[in-house]
């Protein structure tokens, strides 16, 4: 949690969260991504000042439990002074303990946003799926929660003026843009008006606009003209020194292979990052087997 301190921008973090993204997938399936639709209800994190905070936070706490379709586990949260956010005790079940920094209670309208953290963590948990060091698994959680419809209360937590600045999360404001970015693609959702903050709105927007990029990269046909021709440079390289040909160009977000039939060209999926490989042919369109997403493409 940074509290009046200066806030960390841009996207030092996003193979990692891209890696984190394609985890979801394989590990839910496209079915199980689907299912957390819609994303968590603005009016389900409401908390005004007149709330008890204890019954408030249990409040919020059981409609993330049921966004996130855990419906056996009772969460217990306190609160009490610590350095993070929150925490979350890992236990079996069927309760599980959560405390949250003292500091929300005077700042409930936050209360969601770091119980969407908790409790993706207890999700995590159950799927059995983590990635390797604390750094790299808190990144998970904060990709898994706004991935799955309920971190945008992540990003709207972020504020910051002249004098003081608050962020949740362990992403930048505009690393959660761009996830929050690529689960509106997929879902067809627009989550702008659920912000409250003005600064969460900014960084969506560069979010939004850095995930676009993603769409238009060759060798998809929606690739721009310098793209086109710089990957024209390369796959002619390829094809001239096949012996270098699975050594991608610096800077390029593709890569070409040899192969018993013929040269092939892989890339990243736009919508979960998976890496698909197609024969290089001409115009063709490609189906993603873990997302289903249909992508024409200029091979």
Known sequence: MTNDSPVVHGFPHLDTVRSAITALYRRLSY?????????????????????????????????????????????????????????????????????LNDRFRTHRRDIGA??????????????????PGTRDNEILTDTAATYLGAGWLLLDAFR?????SQKLGYLTPEEFGY???????????DPSPWFTSPQAYEAYAAGRARAEQDARQPPLVAAGWAGRR?????????????????????????????????????????????RIRVAVRGRVRVRCALCRTVLDCDT
């Open 160 to 164: 910051e003026d002249g004098t003081s």
């Open 114 to 131: 770091a119980l969407s953290h908790e409790v993706m963590h207890v999700l995590l948990h159950r799927l059995g799926l983590e990635f």
């Open 31 to 99: 079915d199980g991504v689907r299912s957390y639709a819609p994303s968590f209800v603005p009016a389900d994190a409401a908390f005004s000042d007149q709330d008890d905070l204890h019954l408030g936070a249990q409040r919020v706490a059981r409609a993330m439990v049921q966004h996130l379709h855990l419906p056996d586990a009772r969460m217990i949260v306190a609160f009490r002074a610590m350095e993070h956010a929150g925490s979350v005790e890992l236990a079996a079940g069927p309760e599980y303990f959560i405390e």
């Open 179 to 189: 996830i929050l970015a690529k689960r509106a693609f997929a879902f067809d959702e």
């Open 230 to 274: 710089r990957y024209a440079k390369v796959r002619r390289y390829a094809q001239d020194y096949p012996g270098t040909a699975a050594v991608p160009a610096s800077g390029v977000p593709y890569a070409f292979e040899g192969g018993p039939d013929g040269l092939r060209v892989s890339f990243a999926c736009p919508t979960c990052l998976q």
